[in-house]
């Protein structure tokens, strides 16, 4: 295949999924210019297993993702047809918004960003290998001979690297939805030394709506509350379509046991590693055998289809078998099978070859992000993407590298979990993952990203004016409650009354009042001449003041943890000089080259007494000595 230069960019972007996509809008926002190659164009931002995005921790990466300027959470909000917050009993930590999405209708207003964006271009092809010269890449060639020169290129792949369908016994080459595989950039990457694992995820059936007996199944609607998850959206979808909850039944888990051999998973056929927290209805049945059933969800695809995502029966077992599973779920028993599930296993990198802005500590300019670096989902991914889009802008811009840590948001927890720890099998977020959930919440989202997303000229002028003026009223508010008394007064305890509450004996500061669990913002600005202030402010206002010595305590954890991330570990270290070092600790700290002493104590492997001596070693200035 005769070779031809194609152009010449300061970003390349490799795959346009959910992480490519904010990679390349982060990095032409900035004004890098950009190049985002696809194997097709018309699979952009497609979604091969759930159409939803966000739930719990997921929602906040979408939200902190568009407080940076990203673009999932306003297309979400455009194209969804039905939203839910969940978890509206519990605290404001473990609030979380979720959008059943109209799939086709994501992908297209998603491609329709792409190619009115600035500094942005649009290709289709195949990149087969990474040019890199001394350590350093250059740029890549294509299937077709086309050699794109860049100064710093991304890869978001996904889960097309080698990529294998799985249904019973049988198996063959492909990505997602039967698309073509990347085989030969997986084997470059292998080439170039990079350490690979083999992942497997699954999908459930698809059914076509038409057969489906919804008398016999529970109705799941939307809120009647307008959300969105953009802090731009002022626009909201009102029309919006229920999904459906059914079960298993005792006859849907004596067919997995009569079939179970023929499951890939336990048959050997599959080799990869699935998801621990989103596994097939074989392996619940087989794990959860003491639960009678299982919820099933039936999630419409979008407006225009007829067809149904079963959420919950997830499954790679032969055709003919997921056909009896299906009719033996009630209200599916005369169901149609549009698409048979399935399990795909592909290649990911070992993510503790990257350093926390993403990047190849193997290839200089190289940055990976999304499911290659073994996340699954698509909220991981796009998190992931917009970092990496930033990072490799920053470094062609000369910028300074942006590191967001584990107090600054989800997508902190995420990075620094992939870089320090590693992952064993598809990794997902959770709120257990982070430490400060507490502060990293979906209503203040903008709250913590805002000023480094405008420092990176990622959001407009005018959306910072907002943001400045929602924070000024915030803030004044919270000093206004906190300065006024509140007597009691036959008015007061009629709404104190009304409230639950125990009535007052003296008089009180507003503030005071709201911290009482009973009462709320409404409730106080009754009582006062408040000013009239959006849900949004009034939200964030009662929130900081209720949880104000919760809120403070997270806030000196941060401190600490702060002071132990300024403790640097310088890059020229010897970890075989320090002794007293276990060997184990020594052999990670080797392959993860922690930044900082914070980071390193984060690191599997890595004990107590290893740090104490990593830091003595550091703070006595032998390192110094020893790079002299």
Same mark, same amino acid.
């Given at each position: ?145 086309? *050699? ?7 890869? &978001?792949?996904? $889960?097309?690297?080698?990529? +294998? /369908? %799985?249904?019973?016994? =049988? ?65 909201? *979808? ?7 909850? &059914?079960?298993? $039944?005792?006859?849907?888990? +004596? /067919? %997995?046991?009569?079939? =179970? ?368």
């Amino acid at each position: 295949m005769p070779q031809f230069e194609a152009g010449t960019f300061d970003v390349i972007v490799v795959g346009a999924g959910h992480a490519g996509v904010e990679a390349a809008l982060a990095s032409s926002r900035m004004g890098a210019e950009t190049l985002v190659l696809s194997m097709n164009l018309d699979m952009i931002a497609f979604m091969p297993c759930n159409p939803s995005i966000g739930g719990p921790a997921k929602g906040i990466v979408v939200r902190e993702i568009d407080a940076l300027g990203g673009a999932m959470g306003r297309v979400i909000d455009k194209t969804h047809i039905q939203m839910r917050m969940l978890n509206t009993a519990k605290g404001p930590a473990v609030r979380a918004l979720r959008a059943q999405a109209d799939k086709v209708l994501y992908q297209q207003e998603m491609k329709r960003l792409l190619e009115e964006a600035d500094n942005l271009s649009l290709h289709q092809g195949v990149v087969e290998k990474l040019i890199v010269e001394e350590g350093t890449v250059k740029g890549l060639i294509t299937q077709a001979g086309g *050699i794109y020169r860049a100064k710093t290129v991304i890869i &978001t792949t996904g $889960t097309f690297l080698r990529g +294998e /369908i %799985i249904i019973g016994d =049988l198996r063959y080459s492909s990505g997602p939805n039967n698309q073509q595989p990347s085989i030969k950039l997986a084997e470059n990457l292998e080439e170039l030394g990079f350490e690979t694992v083999r992942f497997k995820t699954g999908t459930p059936p698809r059914v076509n709506s038409k057969s489906i007996d919804y008398s016999k199944t529970e109705i799941q609607p939307g809120d009647d509350q307008p959300r969105a998850f953009s802090f731009e959206t002022t626009e909201f *979808i009102l029309d919006q379509l229920p999904c459906w909850l &059914t079960y298993t $039944t005792s006859e849907t888990h +004596e /067919i %997995i046991d009569r079939n =179970l051999h023929l499951s890939p998973m336990y048959s050997g056929m599959a080799k990869g590693t699935g998801p621990r927290y989103c596994p097939s209805i074989e392996d619940k049945i087989v794990r959860f055998s003491d639960k009678p059933r299982h919820q099933i969800f039936l999630e419409p695809e979008g407006r225009n289809t007829s067809e149904v995502y079963v959420q919950g029966l997830s499954t790679s077992l032969p055709e003919h078998v997921q056909r009896q599973l299906i009719a033996s779920v009630p209200g599916l028993e005369k169901a149609e099978m549009m698409r048979a599930g399935y399990a795909i296993e592909y290649d990911a990198i070992v993510p503790t070859q990257l350093w926390p802005t993403l990047e190849s500590k193997q290839i200089v300019n190289l940055y990976t992000a999304g499911q290659i670096n073994g996340t699954s989902g698509y909220e991981e991914a796009a998190g992931q993407g917009i970092m990496a889009g930033i990072n490799a802008a920053a470094k062609v811009l000369g910028k300074e590298e942006v590191i967001l840590s584990r107090s600054d948001g989800y997508i902190g927890v995420l990075i620094d979990d992939l870089v320090t720890k590693g992952t064993s099998e598809p990794y997902r977020l959770l709120t257990s993952r982070a430490e400060y959930r507490l502060l990293l919440r979906h209503d203040n989202a903008d709250l913590r990203l805002t000023e480094l997303a405008h420092s990176l000229g990622l959001i407009s002028e005018e959306r910072y004016a907002r943001f400045l003026e929602k924070k000024q009223q915030i803030d004044d508010e919270i000093a206004r409650l906190r300065s006024f008394m509140i007597k009691p007064t036959a008015e007061v305890q009629a709404v104190i009354q009304e409230a639950a509450g125990s009535e007052l004996k003296d008089g009180i500061r507003g503030a005071d009042l709201l911290k009482r669990p009973e009462m709320h913002y409404g409730m106080i600005a009754r009582l006062t001449e408040a000013p009239e202030l959006s849900e949004e402010v009034t939200e964030q206002v009662e929130i900081q003041v209720k949880y104000e010595g919760y809120i403070e305590k997270s806030l000196q954890q941060v401190e600490k943890l702060k002071k132990m991330e300024d403790k640097k570990i310088p890059d020229a270290i010897d970890y075989d000089a320090i002794s007293g070092i276990a060997t184990e600790a020594r052999g990670k700290l080797k392959q993860v080259r922690p930044l900082s002493i914070a980071q390193a104590s984060r690191i599997s492997g890595v004990n107590p007494a290893d740090i104490s001596i990593l830091l003595v070693y550091i703070e006595q200035g032998r390192i110094a000595k020893i790079s002299s």
